[in-house]
């Protein structure tokens, strides 16, 4: 069966080092990984997007890799802030019909401790 | 520019009620419309997705049900709430053709009692 695992539901880390946020995937061939953040009863927002045939994506002090052989995607959050606690999930794609649907992870909480 | 609006934020409802939740998206046309539920500390769990007007698809068989009278209102409902229903809603659209980045609402809490 198709399943999505992230590291460690909770990762406390000290401020200004680098999170790394680690998600594994079995049985499915995604298109594209997505990653988001998810804020205490709010909705998730989206972060990054990065596809099959890249291996690296950044954004500010963000970092996504994705390693379609070990099936596995590492987020990392550079010089860490408290601002940057939050929940974050990874998503993968799958096509049904005529939309795509994203399938999420259950989530890391990341507190980055001041 | 675009924005999605759901509504209530949270609620509270006695089992065998009915539900009604409400999401609206604006800026766009032709939007693929989903309802998503979460549970405590669990992922998301797509619930319903949409294409269009009237069509709807549902991914887990449930005590739910989606509709969608027009292109950018897309509508949760049950005629009659279960315990296990309880848990954090969220309606969210992406574009059509697109490689599927989801714009989430606020959520909708609902705690069946």
């Known amino acids: 069966s198709q399943k999505i695992e992230q590291n460690s539901e909770a990762l406390n880390i000290q401020e200004g080092k680098t999170a790394t946020l680690t998600c594994n995937y079995t049985?499915?061939?995604?298109?594209?990984l997505q990653w988001y953040r998810q804020d205490p009863g709010r909705g998730p927002v989206f972060l990054l997007l990065?596809?099959?045939?890249?291996k690296e994506k950044r954004k500010e002090r963000l970092k996504v890799t994705f390693d379609t052989t070990l099936k596995q995607s590492l987020f990392h959050i550079t010089a860490s802030q408290p601002a940057d606690s939050a929940t974050y999930l990874c998503?993968?794609?799958?096509?049904?019909?005529?939309?795509?649907?994203?399938?999420f992870g259950s989530g890391t909480q990341l507190t980055v401790l001041p | 520019s675009q924005t999605i609006h759901q509504w209530p934020a949270t609620l509270v409802q006695p089992v065998g009620s009915p539900l009604s939740l409400e999401c609206t998206v604006e800026?766009?046309?032709?939007?693929?419309l989903y309802w998503y539920r979460q549970a405590a500390g669990r992922g998301l769990q797509l619930l319903f997705y949409?294409?269009?007007?009237?069509?709807i698809s549902s991914e887990v068989p449930q005590n739910l049900s989606a509709s969608r009278p027009q292109d950018r209102q897309f509508i949760l409902s049950s005629k009659k709430l279960l315990l296990s229903d309880s848990g954090f809603y969220l309606c969210?659209?992406?574009?059509?053709?697109?490689?599927?980045?989801?714009?989430f609402g606020e959520g909708s809490r609902l705690t069946v009692l």
């Open positions: 969210a659209w992406s574009r059509q053709g697109a490689t599927g980045e989801l714009f």
């Open positions: 049985n499915y061939s995604p298109a594209y």
């Open positions: 990065i596809r099959e045939n890249e």
């Open positions: 998503a993968l794609d799958s096509r049904s019909g005529s939309a795509r649907q994203l399938t």
């Open positions: 800026g766009t046309s032709n939007p693929n």
């Open positions: 949409s294409v269009g007007i009237g069509q």
